[in-house]
């Protein structure tokens, strides 16, 4: 596989493969949706806002008239409609081959979720996690699963004070709260792995960041929007970690991909490193302990592959 140039071309067939997108009405999740679509595999459009999602459907399938492709509703600021999407998913569905947690928010006001968790973490993560546990029965009963979660390059000025994880005792700051809502995805990442191996389980679990690409995130940074005039990706190609995360045959557990370029901002999608702060084992186990408890979610593995 050339790994300079990957991109879409090296995604065969995936017919009979379900997968979830979350937050894939706009930007890389729907670029990931509709290059997944486009392969034939039956695609969830797990988006919060239904409508947005439904012009979504409409617009892929006018690029590809035969794609299987279903809108449902899922707020990750909301732990309630983590519940009711993962209910009303395993009402249709008996298997699911491909997770991937792509929807985020991107250094808005301070606000909070339904649940009171900091908007970033909460939804970022917190949501992701408690959804995640809830499909690993399904994903450990479908041969060859995987789950991609979506980090940034951000990352690297995260530092989860676990101490004020709404920030309530010190003054706001978004994008630091961005920063440590991208290093739990990464956290999130390897610790899933590593509890999925010591259960047997053979769900690969991997990451993902789109370098600098230009979506609907940027739209709170007046200097972003500007900047990507010159400096970003188009959609398309920062959805290019993301799919190669998801499909890439060669890929292990705790893999993460990024662009090739300068500073991971511009190119195609290879294998990338991450800062000695998100390997750290011991925040990892912290910030699991920390998920269950707030999520009130635990890792069940209840149905073996057959």
């Not at 999740?29 to 919060?48: D, H, Q, S, Y």
């Not at 929807?103 to 808005?108: E, L, N, T």
């Not at 606000?111 to 995640?132: I, V």
Request: hydrophobic share 40%.
């Amino acid at each position: 596989m050339n790994n300079e140039k990957w991109n879409s071309n090296n995604i065969p067939d995936q017919s009979g493969r379900t997968v979830i997108v979350t937050g894939s009405s706009s930007g890389i999740g729907f670029e990931v949706a509709k290059v997944l679509a486009g392969k034939n595999a039956k695609v969830i459009i797990a988006v919060r806002n239904l409508n947005k999602g439904v012009v979504a459907k409409e617009k892929i399938v006018i690029e590809h008239p035969d794609a299987n492709i279903e809108v449902m509703e899922l707020d990750l600021a909301d732990l309630s409609s983590v519940i009711k999407f993962v209910n009303d998913f395993k009402a249709i569905y008996t298997k699911l081959d491909l997770l991937i947690n792509n929807a985020g928010v991107m250094i808005p006001p301070y606000s909070k979720t339904k649940d009171g968790f900091e908007l970033q973490m909460g939804t970022n993560h917190m949501g992701h996690f408690a959804l995640t546990l809830q499909l690993l029965d399904l994903l450990n009963q479908t041969e060859g699963s995987r789950i991609v979660n979506v980090s940034s390059a951000a990352h690297k000025y995260g530092n989860i004070n676990f101490d004020d994880l709404e920030w309530k005792n010190r003054k706001y700051k978004a994008w630091r709260a961005y920063g440590d809502s991208k290093i739990a995805n990464l956290y999130f990442t390897f610790e899933l792995q590593k509890r999925l191996k010591e259960a047997s389980s053979n769900i690969l679990v991997t990451a993902a960041h789109p370098g600098w690409t230009a979506t609907d995130l940027q739209r709170h940074s007046g200097l972003f929007e500007f900047l990507n005039k010159f400096f970003a990706m188009e959609g398309w190609q920062g959805a290019l970690p993301t799919l190669r995360a998801a499909i890439d045959p060669d890929s292990k557990g705790s893999d993460y991909y990024g662009p090739e370029g300068f500073q991971e901002w511009k190119g195609y999608p290879v294998k990338v490193g991450t800062n000695k702060l998100a390997k750290d084992p011991d925040i990892a186990k912290k910030l699991w302990d920390v998920s269950e408890k707030l999520t009130n979610q635990k890792l069940r593995l209840e149905k073996q592959l057959v």
